[in-house]
């Protein structure tokens, strides 16, 4: 039998990469491009490595317009893919710093050493087993950074919903939505019985979460992102006990064993859940659009990727 050529072989690798990488959500958000380039970093760390690449080393380049992965085979090259600078150029750029030396080498323009941020290093996370886990240390970087971006472009206060819904570990999704049915995002708001600001805290509340000013929409939604941080954890992660607790009481829905029955209260419940559906579609179609922007393109109907 005629022993399969190297390119047909590397194809195969690639195409079940990108089987296994389109069954992750955040295949999603990256599009054709950005998952095509990120399979070949994949196809290049799974096993078996040896056979399949026999006297083949890869380049990984950066210069001044953009990132190459150049194949190399004793004296020939091949430009497999070139990409412009940005999420997906970064993400193989950093992601070749984790594959092996022997396959694997990058080369950084002389002149553009300020192309990756100072001090920014590659910090894998770690699965179940303990192992490090580049891949998705990476996916998740990318889409943080979108969601940060989305929140501050889309939302007001979006800078400050997301960098206090990160520091205690909140769905920032849910932060704005509460503040959406309280306050309409008026900083200056003040309820007929004295609550305050954006998140309409009692000033009882605020001072209980460290909030002294609650017109600052700083204090006001660190304070309130903190109290939903407290009551999800008294409702075991139900968001519905949490959303009715932060209107109705934490006692009120322990009284009641679920949502209070108090009209006020359930119309709230469902406005913020309303609210909260409303800005995850809003979401969802802001990571397509990036997703287009960004030159992402179709999978071939065979299921494979272009690298262009």
């Not at 990488?21 to 040896?50: C, D, Y």
């Not at 700083?218 to 304070?223: F, G, K």
């Not at 409702?235 to 006692?251: P, Q, S, W």
């Amino acid at each position: 039998m005629p022993k399969r050529p190297l390119t047909d072989s590397f194809s195969v690798r690639l195409a079940k990469a990108r089987r296994n990488f389109e069954k992750r959500p955040i295949a999603r958000l990256l599009g054709g491009r950005g998952a095509a380039t990120l399979v070949l970093g994949a196809a290049l760390s799974v096993g078996g490595l040896t056979q399949t690449l026999d006297g083949v080393h890869f380049l990984v380049q950066k210069d001044l317009d953009s990132v190459k992965v150049v194949r190399q085979r004793g004296e020939t090259e091949k430009v497999m893919a070139s990409i412009d600078h940005g999420f997906t150029g970064n993400t193989v750029f950093k992601l070749s710093q984790a594959l092996p030396e022997r396959y694997v080498t990058r080369e950084l323009s002389l002149f553009d050493s300020a192309w990756l941020p100072s001090g920014e290093l590659l910090e894998p996370a770690k699965d179940k087993k303990g192992k490090s886990d580049v891949f998705y240390t990476e996916m998740r970087r990318i889409n943080d950074s979108l969601r940060r971006e989305f929140f501050e472009t889309k939302i007001p206060y979006g800078d400050l919903i997301y960098e206090k819904s990160q520091k205690y570990k909140v769905d920032p999704i849910l932060v704005a939505a509460v503040i959406e049915q309280e306050s309409r995002f008026r900083k200056r708001a003040i309820s007929p019985v004295g609550a305050r600001g954006l998140m309409q805290l009692m000033p009882r509340t605020g001072r209980w979460m460290g909030a002294r000013d609650l017109y600052d929409p700083e204090q006001n939604i660190d304070a309130g992102v903190k109290y939903i941080k407290y009551l999800n954890k008294r409702f075991d992660g139900n968001i519905k006990l949490t959303i009715a607790a932060y209107n109705g009481g934490e006692g009120n829905v322990k009284r009641y064993g679920g949502v209070p029955p108090f009209r006020e209260t359930r119309q709230y419940v469902k406005k913020v859940m309303n609210n909260h559906d409303k800005r995850t579609k809003q979401l969802q179609k802001y990571e397509t659009e990036q997703r287009k922007a960004t030159g992402g393109s179709i999978p071939e109907v065979d299921g494979t990727l272009t690298l262009r």
